[in-house]
């Protein structure tokens, strides 16, 4: 449950992150890029990942 609360979580952060994006990490297209914003989302979903491999081992 708290791992689909933090996908949940990273989803929306990306959409509403815009006036904190600061620099891009990481240019994927013309219009698309990785910043420093979208970090907190992977750092979310490494979490429930291993939230979910944590509980999968036992």
Do not use: C, F, Y
Request: proline share 5%.
């Amino acid at each position: 449950m708290l791992a689909a609360v933090l996908v949940l979580a990273a989803i929306v952060w990306l959409p509403l992150n815009q006036p904190v994006e600061g620099p891009k990490l990481l240019v994927l297209s013309r219009n698309h890029a990785v910043t420093t914003a979208d970090l907190l989302s992977v750092v979310l979903v490494l979490v429930a990942l291993g939230l979910l491999w944590s509980t999968r081992r036992r």
